[in-house]
C-alpha cells in the first residue's frame, strides 16, 4: 500500500498544475457549500430569536364568544377575564411556573410639551419573565410596585426615543391621562417578529393596580403566562380550559369561549421555514460541489486515456487490477480532499471576516446584531460537507480508477 501511495503521489506531482486547477474546482464547491450551510444557519438563529423576543414557551388567553350551549345558556355568549380568572389558573393548574393579568389601553403619554399616544398596559412583576423583558436601564415593575399602588412606569426603546430625543429616562415624570408617572426602566431595543397589540418598543408598563386609577380593569384584555418544563403543553392549555369553564359556565370542548394561544405553534411553523430555506441551500451548495467533482472525474479520465501506455507496462510486470484501482482512487481523493481541506479553511476565514450579515435589523432600526445573520463554522455544517465530500470524493475517483483497472494490458501497450 505504501508503494501505490508513493507512486500515487509522484503522479500528482507529475501533473502539478492539472492537479492544482482541479484541487481548485473542489475549494470552490466547499467554501460554497460551507458559507451556505453557514449562512442558513445564523439564519435559522436570527429568526428564531427574534421570534422568541416576545417570550420563551409564551402562552396567551384571550376572551371570546360560546359557540356551544351550556348549563341552559345559549350559543353566542360573551366570556370576559378577570383578576379571579388568573388567581383560579394559578391555583388549579399546578403545571403554570408564572402567570399574569394584562389591561392594554390606548392613551396619550406627554413629557414635557411631546404627546405621544401608546399602547399602556397594566402588568404584575411576573410579566417580566414572560415576556422577556430584558432592561436597558432601570428595572421592571416589582411586587411592591405593584401592592402599594405606585405610580412607576417602564417604558419601551421607541417611546423613549420619541418623547426623550436620547436623553435619560429612568427618573424623569411623564403624564398619562393627567397623572403624573415615574419612569422607572427602559426596555432593551427588541428586533421582535410577533406581537400581540403592539411592538414592546412602542408601549408603556404600569403596575396592574395602578392602571385601574386611570382606567376600568375588571375586564383583562388577556392573560399571559408559561408552563413549567415537562408536562405536555396540550394538557396544560385543556387544564386552563377546564378551569375557566367552571367558573364561567360554557362547554369545556368549547374552543371559542376563551381563546388559548400557543406561540410554539407558531415556532414550529418558523422553524420549519427554516428548515426548508437551510435544505434549498444544502443542495445548491451540494451542486456546486458536484460540479467541482465532475471536473474531477473529467480530469482523472483524461489522465487515465494518456497514460494507458503507463497502464499496460505496469500490468505486464506483474501489476495487479486491485493495485492499479488503488493508485488512481489515491490519487482522485487526495484531490478532492486537499481541495476540501483548502475550501474548510477558506469558509472559515470568510466566516470570521464577515462576521454577521443584516436581516432584520435594518428593519428595527437595532445596532446589537441580535436581528442579523451571523455566521460560523458549526459542527454540524462541518458534519454535512465532510459527509458530502466523502461521497463526492469517492464517487469522482472510483469511476476513473475502476476504467484504469480494466484496460487489456496488450491493447494498453499498442497506445502510443
Known amino acids: 500500500m505504501g508503494s501505490i501511495i508513493a507512486e500515487a503521489w509522484n503522479a500528482l506531482r507529475h501533473y502539478r498544475l492539472r492537479s492544482i486547477l482541479t484541487m481548485l474546482s473542489v475549494t470552490w464547491g466547499v467554501a460554497s457549500l460551507m458559507l451556505l450551510l453557514s449562512y442558513g444557519q445564523g439564519f435559522d438563529r436570527a429568526l428564531l430569536r427574534s421570534f422568541q423576543a416576545i417570550g420563551k414557551d409564551l402562552i396567551v388567553v384571550f376572551p371570546g364568544q360560546t359557540s356551544l350551549q351550556a348549563g341552559g345558556e345559549r350559543a353566542g355568549r360573551r366570556i370576559r377575564l378577570e383578576i379571579r380568572d388568573v388567581k383560579a389558573i394559578a391555583e388549579q393548574v399546578p403545571a403554570v411556573q408564572a402567570i399574569s393579568p ?15 399616544e401608546y399602547s399602556v398596559s397594566g402588568v404584575t412583576a411576573s410579566f417580566q419573565f414572560i415576556r422577556n423583558m430584558w432592561m436597558a436601564e432601570g428595572r421592571f415593575i416589582s411586587d411592591e410596585d405593584v401592592l402599594h399602588r405606585r405610580r412607576v412606569a417602564v417604558i419601551g426603546a421607541t417611546v423613549k426615543k ?21 419612569v422607572i426602566g427602559v426596555l432593551k431595543k427588541k428586533v421582535q417578529i410577533s406581537n400581540y397589540g403592539a411592538p414592546d418598543d412602542m408601549r408603556v408598563f404600569l403596575p396592574f393596580t395602578t392602571l385601574s386609577d386611570l382606567v376600568d380593569t375588571r ?44 406561540w410554539n405553534e407558531f415556532q414550529a411553523i418558523i422553524t420549519n421555514l427554516s428548515l426548508g430555506l437551510k435544505v434549498l441551500l444544502a443542495i445548491i451548495g451540494t451542486l456546486t460541489l458536484g ?26 510486470i506483474g501489476a495487479r487490477r486491485r493495485h492499479i484501482l488503488w493508485q488512481f482512487l489515491i490519487e482522485g481523493v487526495t484531490i478532492t480532499f486537499t481541495g476540501g481541506l483548502a475550501g474548510f479553511l477558506i469558509a472559515a476565514a470568510m466566516t470570521k471576516l464577515i462576521g454577521t450579515l443584516p436581516l432584520l435589523g435594518p428593519l428595527f432600526e437595532d445596532t446589537s446584531g441580535q436581528g442579523d445573520v451571523q455566521l460560523e463554522v458549526s459542527l454540524s455544517a462541518l458534519l454535512i460537507s465532510s459527509l458530502i465530500l466523502t461521497f463526492v470524493g469517492l464517487i469522482s475517483g472510483l469511476v476513473p480508477a475502476i476504467r484504469a483497472a480494466r484496460l487489456d494490458p496488450v491493447e494498453a501497450l499498442r497506445q502510443e
Open 291 to 316: 460540479i467541482g467533482a465532475v471536473g474531477v472525474m473529467n480530469i482523472m479520465l483524461v489522465s487515465v486515456t494518456e497514460r494507458t501506455r503507463e497502464i499496460g507496462v505496469l500490468k505486464s
Open 219 to 262: 375586564y383583562l384584555s388577556n392573560i399571559v403566562l408559561t408552563p413549567a418544563n415537562g408536562p405536555l403543553r396540550s394538557r396544560v392549555i385543556q387544564e386552563i380550559r377546564a378551569t375557566l369553564a367552571r367558573l364561567h359556565n360554557f362547554n369545556v370542548k368549547d374552543e371559542r369561549a376563551v381563546r388559548i394561544i400557543d
Open 162 to 182: 420619541e418623547l426623550f430625543s436620547g436623553r435619560p429616562a429612568v427618573g424623569q415624570s411623564i403624564k398619562i391621562k393627567g397623572a403624573r408617572f415615574t
Open 102 to 116: 394584562e389591561v392594554r389601553r390606548y392613551l396619550g403619554v406627554s413629557f414635557g410639551y411631546r404627546t405621544r
